[in-house]
């Protein structure tokens, strides 16, 4: 990572960097069981639906 100080700062930005991708990632994951379980009335929770 090219802001990086030191190789501690890019350990700690390319960390930092991946827990916000997972999050957008489980916002996007999370908006689609929305969309998709809405038309059953929610009969999965979704922990559930991640697991199938």
Do not use: G, P, T, V
């Amino acid at each position: 990572i090219k802001m990086a100080k030191s190789e501690a700062d890019a350990h700690w930005l390319r960390l930092r960097s991946l827990q916000y991708l997972e999050r957008y990632i489980y916002l996007i994951l999370f908006n689609c069981y929305l969309h998709l379980e809405k038309k059953d009335s929610w009969r999965r929770s979704f922990s559930q639906w991640m697991y199938q």
